[in-house]
């Protein structure tokens, strides 16, 4: 690329439009489940189809990418998330919903995945992590500032109208990288899903990691999906005031962003270990405490300690398989929205048979033990790389 600034800067912001209108939902299940007649947990179906739909539509556009270029399927996956999100703003029952969401998942799938390998094969070693550090920061911005735009975009009009104005923006930036973006071309020379995944479906070490991805999944999306209507519990604010609240944990994710490739550096291998007590600390205090305060400090360490494991973990996965990082994005990206899309199910269960604090109290003691097994296996990687490339010690 020739300016990679500029390729990051229009893949970020792509992410921010494709991720908010999926984080969107957090502010807006109360208002989705009294506006069609359903109830929450139902409500919550239309969360679970997006990322199942994501998480399975990954296996396919990762190959895909890596025949025919990335940028080709970014742009193709750019028109259709754009044209579904639209069209989920004129769903008229639970299943429409539902259809549209996971039409809009299905899309999604070919621009973070595939974004991220992306970026992950126009960066050295050195710059890699901090790239795809960016890309996810903003990512996870338009994530969290979801939570506040969708607020303010259902009280004061409608939560169809969240899904609508996300789907005009994507197109917007759809045409842009039809217009700017130059193709590359493809790292394998025939398509063959079979071969494509037989490589790293037999590597022990890459699996456990994207094993690994599968919990952050779960405790992350699964968890975050029902933090709006924890915060109306907690505090009996409106959906507005909710939505902001939630953007703390966006705040943390871009900010995580920026100091991950310099705090990796100074901790080393507590780098992660570090993480995963971060997340621990800001999920026990969503699940104990109901002080302002408190909730957005829990929530900002939530995201800090999300994309300290995210950006580690999907960048290993790139390390291990360099000569197909779109089929690797594929694994990750799948583990990652299957494991959401069952932690949502999961969780969904518990708020109605249990309490919706339980919700983040188990996903403290999962993203701790995420962080302390990611730090063995990554260290472990590490090791023997230095060790291949003759490094003493």
């Known amino acids: 690329m020739k300016n990679k600034n500029a390729m990051l800067m229009t ?32 409500a919550a179906y239309s969360v679970t189809a997006y990322m199942l739909s994501f998480g399975l539509f990954t296996l396919i556009f990762g190959p895909l990418s890596d025949r025919f270029g990335k940028i080709q399927v970014i742009r193709i996956a750019a028109f259709g998330t754009a044209l579904f999100s639209i069209l989920g703003g004129f769903a008229f029952n639970l299943q429409s919903l539902m259809i549209f969401r996971a039409f809009n998942g299905a899309f999604g799938a070919g621009v973070f995945p595939v974004t991220m390998a992306l970026v992950g094969q126009s960066f050295n070693d050195k710059e890699r992590q901090g790239a795809l550090g960016k890309v996810m920061g903003i990512m996870f911005l338009g994530g969290a500032t979801a939570t506040a735009i969708g607020g303010a975009l259902a009280y004061f009009g409608s939560w169809r109208l969240v899904y609508i104005v996300y789907g005009i923006g994507e197109l917007i930036i759809a045409l842009v990288i039809l217009k700017t973006l130059e193709k590359d071309s493809g790292v394998v020379t025939e398509l063959n899903f079979i071969k494509a995944y037989k490589a790293p479906l037999s590597n022990l070490r890459f699996m456990r990691l994207v094993i690994v991805i599968f919990f952050v999944g779960f405790a992350v999306f699964g968890s975050f999906t029902y933090s709006g209507k924890l915060m109306q519990e907690l505090t009996g604010f409106t959906v507005l005031q909710v939505g902001l609240i939630l953007s703390f944990f966006g705040l943390g994710t871009v ?9 990796k550096k100074l901790l080393k291998h507590g780098f992660l270990v570090s993480a995963g007590i971060m997340g621990f600390a800001g999920l026990y205090i969503l699940s104990s405490f109901s002080n302002i305060v408190l909730l957005c400090i829990g929530l900002f360490g939530f995201g800090v300690a999300f994309i300290f494991l995210q950006s580690s973990l999907v960048s290993t996965a790139q390390a291990k398989l360099p000569k197909m990082r779109g089929t690797a994005m594929s694994l990750a990206s799948f583990n990652m929205f299957i494991g959401g899309a069952v932690g949502t199910a999961v969780n969904g269960r518990i708020m109605i048979q249990q309490n919706i604090n339980l919700i983040f109290f188990y996903a403290s003691f999962i993203i701790l033990a995420v962080g302390l097994i990611a730090a063995f296996f990554i260290a472990g990687f590490e090791l023997r790389q230095k060790k291949a490339a003759g490094v003493k010690f």
């Open 11 to 42: 893949l970020g912001l792509l992410a921010f439009m494709t991720n908010g209108d999926n984080y969107a939902a957090a502010p807006l299940l109360l208002k989705i489940s009294e506006d069609l007649g359903i109830s929450l947990q139902h």
């Open 255 to 263: 900010f995580g962003g920026r100091i991950a490739p310099r705090m």
